[in-house]
C-alpha cells in the first residue's frame, strides 16, 4: 500500500520562483505526489507579520498555484504559521486570524496547515491553546482537510534547547485534545531524521490518537549548514514495507532547488513501490535518467562526492571544472548546480526562526 504522498514546502532561505514552483507542480502527479503544501519560512505574511493581508500580487500568484495543482491532479494548500497567537487569542488576535483564514479560503483552498513549528513553546497549557486555534480554524476554513504542526514535532531534544522545554505529556495532552478529524505533522526521532520505523511511528500514533501526517526532512537543505550541500540521492531508512500502515500521509520538504529536489522526489513513491525489492541508486538512476536525461544523470552520479558528501566548501580547485561542464548543459537541474556552485543558495542564518 502507498500511502498519500505531498509536498510540503517548508524550508527555511530563498524560496522558489512562481514560474519553477509552477514548473515543479507540473512534475508531482506522474511521479505518484497527491497534495503540494506552500509554507516557506521566508514568506512574512504567512508567518512573522500574518496579520497583514498579502500584497495583491502574491495572493494573486497563490491563486494562479491553487488552480493549476488541481489542473494537475494535486491537492493545494497553504502553511500558515500564526506566530505566538497562542499567547494571545483573543479580541483582535482573533478576529485577524479569521480575517486570514478567510483571505486563504478566497485564492481556493483543499487543505489548510496551521504550523507551530519553530517558536517558542515553553508556555502553560501550550496544548490547550494549539488545539483551540486548530478548532476554530477548522470551524472557518472552507478547507476540507485541516493538519497543524506542533510546537514539538519530533522526540528531537534540539527542540528544547532551542524553544524552551516541551511541557509533560505535551504530545499526549495535544491528542486528547484536539478533534480526531485534524492531521498532525510529524518529522520523526528527528528534525532531520535517518531513519523512520514503524516502532516509533506506532508510538507516536498512541500518544497523538491518530497515525502521523509523516513531514520527512529530506531532501530540504537549509540553513547554514545544509545550504552547503546537494542533496540528491535516493531517499533511504524510510523502510516503506513497514511504515506504509503508520502513517496517514508522507509529505516531504523539498530542497532549495526546485527541479533538483524531483530526483529524490521520485524515489520516495518507488520505495513504497517496490519494498522490500528497493535498491536506492537503482532508483536513484532511473529517477535521474527519467528527469534530466542519460548524459545529465550520468553526470550527476559521478559528482555525488563532490555535491552531496564533500559540499561546497570543501570542493577545492574542482570547483571551477565542475561549474564549466555543467554551465555547458542547457538544463534547469544543471543551472541550479552551477547556481550552488556560486554559492546563490547559501543560508548564513536561521531566518524566520524564534530566537
Not at 486555534?133 to 472557518?140: R, T
Amino acid at each position: 500500500m502507498i500511502p498519500e504522498l505531498g509536498v510540503i514546502e517548508g524550508y527555511f532561505g530563498e524560496p522558489w520562483s512562481h514560474a519553477d514552483r509552477l514548473a515543479v507542480v507540473g512534475r508531482l502527479a506522474p511521479l505518484g505526489f497527491g497534495f503540494f503544501h506552500f509554507a516557506p519560512k521566508a514568506d512574512p505574511f504567512l508567518r512573522r507579520r500574518w496579520r497583514e493581508p498579502h500584497p495583491a500580487a502574491a495572493l494573486a500568484d497563490l491563486a494562479a498555484l491553487s488552480a493549476h495543482c488541481r489542473r494537475h491532479g494535486l491537492r493545494f494548500g497553504v502553511g500558515l504559521s500564526p506566530f505566538e497567537l497562542y499567547h494571545d487569542y483573543s479580541g483582535p488576535a482573533k478576529a485577524d486570524f479569521l480575517a486570514k483564514l478567510r483571505a486563504l479560503d478566497a485564492i481556493g483552498l483543499d487543505d489548510l496547515a496551521i504550523l507551530f513549528d519553530d517558536t517558542r513553546g515553553d508556555v502553560a497549557d501550550l496544548a490547550a491553546k494549539e488545539a483551540e486555534i486548530v478548532h476554530e480554524a477548522m470551524a472557518a476554513t472552507r478547507a476540507t482537510r485541516v493538519v497543524m504542526c506542533p510546537t514539538y514535532y519530533s522526540d528531537d531534544r534540539m527542540l528544547d534547547v532551542v524553544f524552551g522545554e516541551r511541557p509533560a505529556g505535551y504530545l499526549e495532552d495535544l491528542g486528547r485534545r484536539l478533534d480526531p478529524r485534524a492531521g498532525v505533522y510529524w518529522t520523526g526521532e528527528e528534525i532531520c531524521a535517518r531513519e523512520i520505523c514503524a516502532g516509533h511511528l506506532d508510538r507516536v500514533a498512541g500518544a497523538l490518537r491518530r497515525k502521523p501526517f509523516l513531514w520527512d526532512n529530506y531532501p530540504v537543505n537549509d540553513g547554514p549548514r545544509m545550504s552547503r550541500f546537494l542533496h540528491l540521492r535516493a531517499f533511504t531508512g524510510r523502510a516503506a514495507g513497514g511504515i506504509a500502515d503508520c502513517v496517514t500521509a508522507h509529505a516531504l520538504n523539498p530542497a532549495l532547488q526546485p527541479h533538483l529536489t524531483l530526483l529524490p522526489a521520485a524515489t520516495l513513491a518507488t520505495t513504497y513501490r517496490e519494498v522490500s525489492a528497493y535498491c536506492y541508486m537503482r532508483a536513484f538512476r532511473d529517477a535521474a535518467r527519467q528527469l534530466a536525461g542519460p548524459d545529465l544523470a550520468g553526470m550527476l552520479e559521478a559528482d555525488l562526492l563532490y555535491l552531496q558528501d564533500l559540499g561546497i566548501d570543501h570542493i577545492g580547485a574542482d570547483r571551477e571544472r565542475l561549474r564549466a561542464r555543467y554551465a555547458a548543459v542547457n538544463h534547469p537541474m544543471a543551472a541550479e548546480v552551477v547556481r550552488f556552485l556560486d554559492g546563490a543558495y547559501t543560508v548564513d542564518k536561521w531566518e524566520g526562526a524564534a530566537p
